[in-house]
């Protein structure tokens, strides 16, 4: 049973009832029996609540996100969520809903199926059936590890910002991670709200990877509010041009590898 005369945390006695956290580890006093009422008010305080939790930080990043970056870059931190746990329940959402909607399928094999093409306009003698099943089998993992994924590649695009924005501001990489973090979680939220659309409008998938581009390229520019916005732009473009290219010399390099070990076997 709970003592509520002492820290469940830390053991550390409660100094009386007006205290709310321990003064040794920070931990709320006193502990609560986890029950319905306590699941309940985790949920209200952590989540639905309109002045901080996951729907404070989701709406301060679709309307004014520039401004939330450079808040919390400056410490403002106490009513927003981590960036890393807002990627996972936003690559979580992604997932969820593509696996309504389309099996699971988040990347699209499309995206992927183009590498055939290429290599058989190449005229190189791999068979196209390979190629394809090289294709399917990225496409598969990236699927089934969307969200390790994303976090992989967050530092690959952080660098690409880093270097696209070298002399703008002294922002370290440990800041670019947490600027590239929100405008990821960003672009997530904005594909699950559209995925749903590619069951009647097959190709929005391609104008939301366009939709999601320009939101990042905004709230860069609003970030770096005190820059000649022009400057901004171009090198908020720069950086995730930078990020595509990389990306998808990974998604080749990946498809190659295994194409070439399926016909070594």
């Not at 580890?25 to 309940?40: S, Y």
């Not at 008010?41 to 450079?70: A, C, W």
């Not at 969200?147 to 690409?160: I, Q």
């Not at 929005?204 to 916005?229: C, N």
């Amino acid at each position: 049973m709970l003592d509520h005369g002492r820290c469940a945390n830390c053991d550390r006695t409660i100094d009386g009832a007006a205290q709310k956290f321990c003064p040794a580890c920070g931990q709320p006093t006193p502990a609560h029996r986890i029950d319905w009422h306590f699941l309940g008010h985790e949920l209200e305080h952590s989540v639905l609540h309109m002045d901080r939790g996951i729907l404070y930080t989701l709406k301060s990043l679709m309307l004014r996100p520039g401004h939330l970056i450079r808040d919390y870059i400056h410490g403002q931190r106490a009513h927003h969520v981590k960036p890393l746990l807002l990627i996972m329940t936003t690559a979580a959402v992604v997932v969820f809903i593509t696996q309504y909607f389309f099996g699971g399928n988040v990347m699209g094999l499309p995206i992927y199926s183009g590498v055939a093409d290429a290599t058989r306009e190449g005229g190189n003698k791999f068979d196209p059936a390979l190629i394809l099943k090289a294709s399917q089998a990225v496409n598969d993992w990236m699927n089934h590890h969307f969200a390790a994924m994303t976090l992989l590649l967050l530092p690959l695009e952080a660098a690409a910002f880093k270097l696209a924005f070298l002399r703008f501001r002294n922002l370290n990489y440990p800041e670019w991670l947490v600027i590239t973090a929100f405008i990821t979680a960003q672009s997530l939220l904005i594909w699950g709200l559209f995925i749903p659309l590619q069951r009647w409008f097959p190709g929005v998938i391609s104008w939301v990877l366009l939709l999601t581009v320009a939101y990042g390229i905004f709230s860069l520019v609003q970030f770096f509010a005190d820059q000649p916005r022009w400057k901004s732009m171009l090198r908020a473009m720069l950086g995730f041009g930078m990020y595509m290219i990389i990306s998808s010399g990974l998604a080749f390099v990946l498809t190659v590898a295994l194409l070439i070990m399926s016909h070594r076997a």
